[in-house]
C-alpha cells in the first residue's frame, strides 16, 4: 500500500482529468516537437554527411570546352590535386508523353566502374549503359515518371533528336530532388553514347580533389584557379565557369539549416506556451485546493511536505508527457526526415533515438514543467491555516480604489450583469496576468507565423519582380545582338527584345586567392528589364560604364566588400576593376554582379554581342510565353544561332515557388500545431477561471441567477478575457514577426525578409479566440449549474 | 479533576488578539487566562463573534496572538514559525471541524493514514494497520475504503476524529464537531469523545449546544473576546452580561 501522499497526486489527476489531459498534451506536443526536430537534424546532418561520403564530392568543377585525357593527366600530375576526372556534360531537352520539353543534364562517364569523384551508385538495371542507353538518377526517373525499359526521345542544343532507352537507375549523391534543384533532370551515359547523340565527344567537365582539405571552400577555389592557369588554358582549352560548393547538395544543406532554424525556434515557443499553460494550471489547482493545503498543514504538513506533493504531481505530468512524447517524435522524425531525405536525395537511417536527444527531451519534459510550478508552489503552499479555512482561495489582490475599478464605476448603462463580468475580469489580476500571458503568446506565434508566410510570398514576389521579361533565350557563345533581337522581335506576341551578357566570373582577392563562383550579369544601363531591391547604395545609372552593383550574397560570401570598394574580377580572361555602387537583394542563385552592358562588351572586346536575348511579350501569361519561348527558339536555331536553353518566366516562378513551398508547407503544419497547443492554453485558462469561481456561481443562483444570466456573466468574461489577449497579441505579434522574418529571411535568403505583416492571421485568431472563449468558458459553467447550490458551496 | 499539581496541557495568560477591519482595530480575545489540565474535557460556548474560535485558533497554533503568553502542550507557540507549527500539530494535537474537512480525493483510509504519513510516526507497515484499528474503532472499518463523499455527515464526522487520533496527540480540538450533525448522530460523536477523555485525551469542544456542553467536565462561557464560565443554565445566563475580567473554572 502506497503512501497517501501519493494516492493524493495520483487521485487529483485522475479526478480532473480533463485538466490533466490538457497540461499533458500541452507539455508533450511541445517535448514532441523540440524531440522531432533536433532528431530530424541529427538524422538529416548525418544522412548529408554519409552523402558526402559515398559521394566523395569534388572540390572544384571546371566547365570547359572540349579537351582529351592528356590535360586531366597533368592535372592529376600536380601535387595540389590528388585526383581529377573529366566527363562530358550535354545540356538537353527530354521530350514528356504530353510532348512538352523538360531540361535534362547527360553525364558522359569514360569508366563506370571507376567513378572516385562524385561517385555515382547503381541501384538497378544495367550499369554501365550501352551505348543507345541511359541510366537515370533515381529521383529523376520518379519525378518524371520514367522506368526502366522505358524509351524517350532527346533533343541537344543543335535541335537534333535521338532515342535513348532507360536501361538502369542509380543514386547521384550530389544531386537533389528536382523540385528543389533547377527542375533540371539527370542521366548518364557512355562516351560511345555521345557519339550516338551526334555531340563533340572531348571532355567539358573537369572535376577535381584537392589534396589538402578537399571539401574547404577556399582549397576548391585554390586548385580550380591552379588548374585553370597552370594546365588548363596553357594546354589551349577555355574555362568557361568554376562552380566551387555550387552543387545542389551545398545548396540543399543551407535550406535544411533554415528549415531546422524555423522548426527549432518555433518548437521551442510551442514549449513556452506549454510552460505558461504549466503555471496556469498549477496556479489553479492550489487555489482550487487552498482549503485541502489548509487541511494538511492542520494536520501536521509541513509547507515543504506539501510543497512536495504539488511538485510531484507536475513531475507526473512531465512524466507522462514524455512518455507520450518521446516516441512520437522519433515516429515525427522518421517521417520529418524521410520527407525532407527524399528532396535531399540521401537515404535517412537512423537513429531516430539519439540519447543526446532523448536526455533533452527527459530534461525539458521533467524539469522546464518543475520549474515553471516550484515559483506558484512555493508561493501558494506559504497559505496558513487561517487563510486557507477563512477564504474563498488564493490571490485575492481585487484593490477597489484602483483606477480601473474607478473608471468601471463610472460606466453608465451598463448592465449589471455584464458589469459583474468586467470587475471578475479584472478582480484577480495575478489570475489574469497568467491567462492573458497564454493567450497572447499564443496568438503572438499564431499571427507570426501567418506574418513569416506573407512575409516568404513577399520576398518571392520580390525575387521574381528582380527581372520583368517574360522569356529568356540563352546561347552556348555570344553573337551579334542585333542579328539575335531582329530574328526575334518581329515575332507575333514580342513587344521588345535585348541583349545581356551573362557570363562566369571570379573575384581576386587582395590575398591573391579567387572566388570563381560568380554570375556576372551585363544589361543596358538604361534597361528596365532588371529591377532589384537595393539594400545599399544606388542602381546603376543610364549611360554609366565604370561602376558595378553587386548583390547580398557575393558581399557576405566575401565579407570584405562596401559600398564604395573598387573590386578586381577576371572575366573571360580579363582582369577588371570596378568600383561597387550598391547592393541588391538576393536572386536565389548565389553570388552575382551586375556590370553596364556597353562598358563590359567593349573591355571583353565583344561590343554589340550578347549571350542571352530577354524578351517582353505582349500578354504575360504563360500560355503565351510558352509560345512564344517555342518560336522565338525555332527561329534563332532556324537562322543558325547557338541557342541552349529557352526560359520562360513563369516556369522560372513554379521552380522558385516549389522552394519557398516546401518551407510554407512547414510553416502551416507548424501554425496548426500551434493553433491545437493555444487552443488548449486557451480553453485551460478560460476553463480554469471558471473552474475557480464554482463557489461563486452558487453563491449566484443561490441568490436567484438562472442557468441563462450565470451563462451570459460567465461567457462575457471569457470574451473580455479573449479579446483583451487577441489585442495584446495583435501588438506583440508586430515586433515578434519582424524578429522572426529577419532571422528566418538571414538563414534562408541572407537578408530579411520582405516584410509582409499578416492582417488574416490576426482575424484568423481572434475567430479561434472568439470561439474558444464561449466554448472554454461554456462547459465548465454548465458543468457548475449542474451541481446543486448546497453541493456548490461546499464545493472543493 | 484538575491536579493543581500537574503541568498544564494548556495555559493562557493575558492573550490579546486584535484584527485590523475596514471599520478600525477589532478584538476578538480580550486578554483571556486559561489553563487546561491534561484529561480535561471542555466546552466553550458563546454567541457568534464572542471569539470562539479565535480561541481555537490560538490553541492550535492556526492564529497567533497580538499580545500575551501561550503554551501549549508543553511549546510556547508565540516562538514558532509556521512549519515548526505545522510539524507541532502533526504530533501533538488532532483537529476536528465542523465542515470534516476530509480530503475529497483521498479514501477514509488514506485520510487517517495522512497525519502519520506528514509526522512520519509509525512504520510504513504500520500506518495502515494503525488507521485501520481507529476506524474499527469508531465503528467505521468497512468504510475504510470509500471516498469521504460516500459517507454519511455523521460517518464523516467520526473518519475526522479517526484522523485526529491518527498521531495519538495528547489534545483534541473540535470546532463544533456536532452542529452539522442531526442530534443522534451528534449524541454518538459525543460518547465516543467521552470514551477519549476516559482513556487520558484532553478535548476542547466549541459547541452551539448547552445541553452537551453541560455534560463535558468544565463549561466555558465566551462573550465579547472574554471567557465567563459557567456550570449550570443561571451561570450560563448571566455571563451574557459583560464581566470584568474571564474567570477561569476549576
Redesign the interface.
Known amino acids: 500500500?502506497g503512501?497517501?501522499?501519493w494516492?493524493?497526486i495520483l487521485?487529483?489527476l485522475?479526478?480532473s482529468r480533463s485538466r490533466t489531459i490538457l497540461v499533458i498534451l500541452s507539455i508533450a506536443i511541445g517535448v514532441f516537437a523540440v524531440g522531432t526536430m533536433l532528431t530530424s537534424r541529427i538524422v538529416l546532418q548525418d544522412g548529408i554527411e554519409e552523402s558526402f561520403d559515398l559521394a566523395n564530392p569534388a572540390s572544384a568543377v571546371l566547365t570547359t570546352d572540349p579537351l582529351e585525357q592528356d590535360l586531366v593527366d597533368a592535372l592529376r600530375a600536380l601535387p595540389e590535386i590528388s585526383d581529377a576526372e573529366a566527363r562530358t556534360s550535354i545540356a538537353a531537352r527530354l521530350q514528356q508523353d504530353d510532348d512538352s520539353w523538360r531540361s535534362i543534364g547527360l553525364s558522359a562517364i569514360a569508366n563506370f566502374e571507376e567513378i572516385q569523384i562524385d561517385r555515382i551508385i547503381p541501384e538497378s538495371g544495367a550499369w554501365p549503359p550501352a551505348t543507345g542507353e541511359l541510366v537515370l538518377e533515381r529521383l529523376s526517373a520518379d519525378d518524371a515518371g520514367l522506368e526502366i525499359g522505358d524509351a524517350i526521345t532527346i533533343e541537344t542544343a543543335d535541335g537534333s533528336r535521338h532515342t535513348l532507352t532507360v536501361t538502369g537507375l542509380a543514386y547521384d549523391p550530389g544531386q537533389v530532388h528536382p523540385s528543389i534543384g533547377d527542375g533540371s533532370l539527370a542521366g548518364y551515359i557512355t562516351r560511345e553514347t555521345v557519339a550516338y547523340l551526334e555531340q563533340p565527344t572531348g571532355f567539358n567537365d573537369v572535376r577535381l580533389l584537392a589534396a589538402e582539405d578537399p571539401r574547404d571552400l577556399r582549397q576548391g577555389e585554390f586548385v580550380a584557379a591552379l588548374a585553370r592557369d597552370e594546365v588548363l588554358e596553357p594546354g589551349g582549352a577555355t574555362v568557361n565557369r568554376i562552380a566551387v560548393h555550387d552543387s545542389p547538395r551545398y545548396h540543399s544543406a543551407l535550406l535544411g539549416d533554415a528549415l531546422i532554424l524555423i522548426l527549432g525556434l518555433l518548437g521551442v515557443m510551442v514549449l513556452v506556451l506549454g510552460m505558461f499553460l504549466v503555471i496556469n494550471t498549477i496556479t489553479a489547482v492550489l487555489a482550487h485546493q487552498a482549503?485541502?493545503i489548509g487541511?494538511?498543514?492542520?494536520?501536521?504538513?509541513?509547507?515543504?511536505?506539501i510543497a512536495a506533493i504539488y511538485l510531484l504531481m507536475v513531475l507526473a505530468f512531465g512524466l507522462m508527457a514524455v512518455i507520450i512524447a518521446v516516441p512520437l517524435s522519433a515516429l515525427g522524425a522518421s517521417a520529418f526526415s524521410g520527407f525532407f531525405g527524399n528532396l535531399l536525395n540521401i537515404d535517412v537511417s537512423g537513429p531516430f533515438f539519439p540519447p543526446s536527444v532523448v536526455a533533452i527531451q527527459l530534461a525539458i519534459g521533467l524539469l522546464l514543467p518543475l520549474l515553471a510550478a516550484i515559483i506558484p508552489v512555493l508561493r501558494d503552499t506559504?497559505i496558513?491555516?487561517?487563510q486557507a479555512?477563512t477564504s474563498y482561495g488564493l490571490g485575492d489582490s481585487a484593490n477597489p480604489e484602483g483606477m480601473l475599478d474607478r473608471f468601471l464605476e463610472r460606466l453608465r448603462g451598463v448592465p449589471r450583469p455584464v458589469m459583474l463580468s468586467l470587475r471578475n475580469t479584472f478582480r484577480r489580476r495575478g489570475r489574469l496576468v497568467l491567462t492573458l500571458s497564454t493567450l497572447v503568446l499564443g496568438g503572438a506565434i499564431f499571427a507570426s507565423v501567418l506574418t513569416i508566410n506573407a512575409s516568404l510570398g513577399g520576398t518571392f514576389d520580390q525575387v521574381m519582380r528582380y527581372t520583368s521579361y517574360d522569356v529568356v533565350v540563352s546561347l552556348r557563345e555570344s553573337v551579334p545582338a542585333e542579328t539575335a533581337i531582329s530574328e526575334v522581335e518581329s515575332l507575333p506576341g514580342v513587344e521588345q527584345a535585348e541583349g545581356w551578357i551573362v557570363t562566369n566570373a571570379a573575384r581576386l582577392r587582395p590575398d591573391g586567392t579567387q572566388n570563381s563562383n560568380i554570375r556576372l550579369t551585363a544589361a543596358p544601363t538604361d534597361s528596365d528589364r532588371i529591377r532589384p531591391t537595393l539594400l545599399e547604395g544606388r542602381w546603376l545609372q543610364p549611360g554609366e560604364t565604370d561602376a558595378v552593383v553587386i548583390n547580398v550574397d557575393f558581399k557576405n560570401d566575401e565579407g570584405d566588400i562596401n559600398v564604395g570598394d573598387t573590386i578586381a574580377l577576371r572575366v573571360q580572361g580579363q582582369d577588371l576593376n570596378w568600383p561597387v555602387v550598391g547592393v541588391v537583394t538576393t536572386q536565389l542563385m548565389g553570388p552575382v554582379v551586375f556590370a553596364p552592358y556597353e562598358s563590359t562588351t567593349e573591355l571583353l572586346g565583344i561590343a554589340g554581342e550578347a549571350n542571352q536575348i530577354v524578351l517582353v511579350t505582349d500578354t504575360h501569361d504563360a500560355a503565351t510565353q510558352s509560345s512564344v519561348a517555342e518560336r522565338a527558339e525555332e527561329q534563332m536555331r532556324a537562322a543558325g544561332l547557338p541557342v541552349i536553353e529557352v526560359e520562360t518566366e513563369s516556369a522560372m516562378r513554379d521552380a522558385t515557388q516549389s522552394i519557398f513551398n516546401i518551407l510554407v508547407i512547414l510553416l502551416l503544419v507548424v501554425g496548426g500545431l500551434l493553433v491545437v497547443v493555444g487552443s488548449l492554453g486557451l480553453t485551460g485558462a478560460m476553463s480554469l477561471n471558471v473552474i475557480e469561481r464554482t463557489r461563486e456561481i452558487g453563491v449566484m443562483r443561490a441568490i436567484g441567477a438562472s442557468n441563462g444570466q450565470v451563462a451570459k456573466i460567465v461567457v462575457t468574461e471569457g470574451l473580455v478575457v479573449g479579446l483583451l489577449g487577441w489585442l495584446l497579441a495583435s501588438i506583440l505579434s508586430l515586433p515578434m514577426s519582424w524578429a522572426l522574418s529577419y532571422l528566418i529571411g538571414v538563414a534562408f535568403v541572407q537578408s530579411p525578409l520582405e516584410f509582409t505583416f499578416s492582417i488574416a492571421g490576426i482575424l484568423l485568431w481572434l475567430i479561434v479566440v472568439l470561439v474558444l472563449s464561449v466554448v472554454a468558458s461554456l462547459f465548465p459553467a454548465r458543468n457548475a449549474w449542474r451541481l446543486s447550490v448546497r453541493e456548490v458551496l461546499?464545493y472543493? | 479533576m484538575r491536579a493543581d499539581n500537574a503541568r498544564p496541557l494548556i495555559h493562557l495568560r493575558d492573550v490579546v488578539k486584535t484584527f485590523d477591519t475596514a471599520a478600525g482595530p477589532f478584538t476578538a480575545l480580550d486578554n483571556v487566562s486559561l489553563r487546561i489540565d491534561p484529561g480535561e474535557f471542555i466546552a466553550v460556548t458563546g454567541r457568534s463573534g464572542s471569539g470562539k474560535s479565535t480561541l481555537i485558533?490560538m490553541l492550535?497554533g492556526?492564529?497567533r496572538p497580538t499580545s500575551g503568553e501561550l503554551l501549549v502542550c508543553g511549546e510556547s507557540l508565540k516562538e514558532l514559525s509556521?512549519?515548526q507549527l505545522?510539524?507541532w500539530?502533526?504530533?501533538n494535537l488532532?483537529?476536528i471541524?465542523q465542515?470534516f474537512?476530509l480530503?475529497?480525493?483521498?479514501?477514509v483510509l488514506?485520510?487517517v493514514?495522512?497525519?502519520m504519513?506528514?509526522?512520519g510516526n509509525y512504520s510504513?507497515r504500520e500506518r495502515?494497520e494503525r488507521a485501520m484499528a481507529l476506524l474499527d474503532q469508531i465503528g467505521l472499518g468497512d468504510h475504510a475504503h470509500k471516498l469521504p463523499s460516500g459517507l454519511s455527515g455523521g460517518q464523516q464526522q467520526r473518519a475526522a476524529i479517526a484522523?485526529?487520533l491518527?498521531?495519538d496527540p495528547p489534545l483534541l480540538v473540535a470546532d463544533e464537531p456536532t452542529g452539522n450533525l442531526d442530534s443522534e448522530t451528534a449524541d454518538s460523536v459525543f460518547r465516543l469523545f467521552e470514551q477519549l477523555v476516559d482513556s487520558g485525551k484532553t478535548i476542547l469542544m466549541v459547541t452551539h449546544d448547552d445541553e452537551l456542553a453541560k455534560r463535558t467536565g468544565r463549561h466555558i462561557v465566551m462573550l465579547d473576546g472574554r471567557i465567563v464560565s459557567a456550570t449550570d443554565d443561571e451561570l450560563v445566563t448571566a455571563a451574557r452580561t459583560p464581566q470584568p475580567e474571564g474567570a477561569l473554572h476549576g
Do not use: C, W, Y
Request: aromatic share 4%.
Open positions: 500500500m503512501s497517501p501522499r494516492h493524493k487521485a487529483d485522475r479526478v482549503r485541502q487541511m494538511m498543514k492542520a494536520v501536521g504538513g509541513t509547507r515543504g511536505q506559504r496558513t491555516v487561517r479555512i461546499a472543493e | 485558533n492550535t492556526i492564529d509556521e512549519n505545522a510539524v500539530r502533526g504530533r488532532g483537529i471541524f465542515f474537512q480530503l475529497p480525493t483521498l479514501s488514506d485520510n493514514m495522512l497525519p504519513d506528514f509526522a510504513s495502515p484522523r485526529a491518527a498521531n
